[in-house]
T-cell receptor
């Protein structure tokens, strides 16, 4: 079974730009969650999508948004990038995030200049 | 607001030692607790998931315990190996909100 894939793996953007990250979950998994990892704040939950609906959301500004498609693939968008958005963005999929094990992708490393 | 603390922040041990990593949380109303490992620059790998009704889980050389009343979990690693070198993170899913909160991790180095 193929694992969770994320594209792109590395990205460099400038302040004010927007960025879209993509995540393809393990086949059969309907839950996709996004996380931000930084040296300062550690690993923080952004949001979760389940069957195309946002089910939970962490404490992040509205510049961070996402969506999920009918094939469970998910995208995360960050608008008006700030320097502090530089981070490793991780995606995880599961049958059910709360009850079952989550499987993480390798992450997208975003650098905002 | 749930807060998760992991002690120690870093650990360096010789191969073969038995280890205990600690995770504490402030709000005992949790749904479950999960232990992960993260290798440098990579995503997380799930190690053990303990539901709130359980006291421990075991997988190979790993054993995790959960004491909700005291807000603590421990990850026990038996007979450590160099391949165990990684950062170990614990995550708590709070009951009600189902929002996961992660600790900052314990960075483990096992030297031959």
């Amino acid at each position: 079974k193929a694992g969770v894939t994320q594209t792109p793996r590395y990205l460099i953007k400038t302040r004010g730009q927007q960025v879209t990250l993509s995540c393809s979950p393990i086949s059969g998994h309907r839950s996709v969650s996004w996380y931000q990892q930084t040296p300062g704040q550690g690993l923080q939950f952004l949001f979760e999508y389940f069957s195309e609906t946002q089910r939970n959301k962490g404490n992040f500004p509205g510049r961070f948004s996402g969506r999920q498609f009918s094939n469970s693939r998910s995208e995360m968008n960050v608008s008006t990038l700030e320097l502090g958005d530089s981070a490793l963005y991780l995606c995880a999929s599961s049958q059910d995030r709360v009850k079952e094990t989550q499987y993480f992708g390798p992450g997208t490393r975003l650098l905002v200049l | 607001k749930q807060e998760v603390t992991q002690i120690p922040a870093a650990l360096s041990v010789p191969e073969g030692e038995n280890l205990v990593l600690n995770c504490s949380f402030t709000d005992s109303a949790i749904y479950n607790l999960q232990w992960f490992r993260q290798d440098p620059g990579k995503g997380l790998t799930s190690l053990l998931l303990i539901q709130s009704s359980q006291r421990e889980q075991t997988s190979g050389r790993l054993n995790a315990s959960l004491d909700k009343s005291s807000g603590r979990s421990t990850l026990y690693i038996a007979a450590s190996q160099p391949g165990d070198s990684a950062t170990y993170l614990c995550a708590v899913i709070s009951g009600g909100s189902y929002i996961p909160t992660f600790g900052r991790g314990t960075s483990l180095i096992v030297h031959p």
